[in-house]
């Protein structure tokens, strides 16, 4: 009997065991919040960009897949697509795509953004308005651009028509030479709800005390701009720049909807020309090099915004 006593643990010991498991799991506590979205992010983000970085290396195609056979092939991939035309015509396509709607949609986004941060009648009801392109999904707005920009029977030669600003109707989206430049514009007007909420956050945050010290000094409108809300606003418009880039870069939706990558893939960017290459002929692996290839220009356009965030903060 006394042996089973002083095998069995004390009060003592079972007081002082207590606070050291409260402070393990106070301490663990934290992770395990953490948990399911270290698991989101490693099913749906990691193994995904693993796994097409592997392929990018590997000749996969059905075959392959089907056997379980995928041999490395070194950088045969990056070499084929490297060397294929298309490569480089949808990467201008691509960059000319970018760069023309980030332009577009910053200016105006941050015109509109000076208008809403004002003081002036009905300016909720306007910008809610405005947020409408954004709300919507993108398909329904490539729907509704592709029936407005219809040669034929579109409300846009419509009304040029009407108002004798063309004598023909115009092919929008058959054209090589404006089917672009058509897709360009429908990317402008999904993003400027996007461009002018952002930047308008970042117009509500410079204090007003600022721009009434300015007037009392006797600078203008013009020099209020410059001098003031243009330097406060550019760790806010490198955000803006670098989201868009990275989301317009990607952007695949609008354009199979409305061109599907033509005429004569003149509207083909490097998103609808990965997918044509690894689901239209079935090259998996030089699919992945192409996503591979697009994943590695992102990174390096995310490390020059962060390299001029920080520089703009040490400023």
Do not use: C
């Amino acid at each position: 009997m006394s042996t089973l006593v002083n095998s069995s643990p004390s009060i003592s010991e079972t007081m002082t065991q207590r606070p050291v498991r409260r402070r393990i799991f106070k301490s663990l506590s934290p992770y395990l919040f953490l948990l399911p979205a270290t698991l989101f992010l490693l099913g749906f983000l990691v193994y995904p960009v693993i796994t097409m970085i592997i392929y990018s290396f590997e000749q996969v195609n059905v075959g392959s897949l089907l056997t379980g056979n995928t041999p490395f092939v070194g950088l045969d991939n990056y070499h084929t697509v490297l060397s294929d035309p298309g490569f480089r015509s949808s990467l201008i396509v691509s960059l000319i795509f970018t760069i023309a709607s980030l332009v577009f949609q910053y200016v105006i986004g941050f015109t509109m953004a000076l208008l809403f941060n004002r003081h002036i009648p009905l300016v909720g009801v306007m910008r809610g308005s405005v947020m409408i392109a954004w709300m919507l999904p993108v398909i329904v707005s490539a729907t509704i651009f592709k029936w407005m920009l219809q040669s034929d029977s579109g409300i846009v030669n419509y009304i040029l028509q009407s108002l004798h600003i063309i004598s023909s109707p115009i092919s929008w989206l058959t054209s090589p030479q404006l089917a672009l430049w058509a897709v360009i514009i429908a990317n402008i007007w999904i993003g400027i709800p996007f461009n002018m909420s952002l930047l308008l956050a970042g117009l509500q945050s410079i204090s007003d005390s600022l721009y009434e010290a300015a007037v009392v000094d006797g600078a203008n409108g013009f020099g209020r701009f410059w001098h003031i809300t243009v330097p406060l606003m550019r760790s806010t418009s490198l955000t803006v720049l670098m989201l868009g880039f990275i989301y317009t870069l990607n952007v695949f939706d609008l354009i199979y909807v409305l061109t599907g990558g033509g005429p004569v893939n003149a509207t083909e960017a490097m998103p609808l020309y990965a997918y044509r290459i690894a689901f239209g002929q079935f090259d998996l692996g030089s699919g992945a090099a192409i996503a591979t290839l697009m994943f590695l220009l992102l990174l390096g356009v995310s490390a020059i915004y962060l390299f001029l965030l920080r520089r703009e903060e040490v400023a």
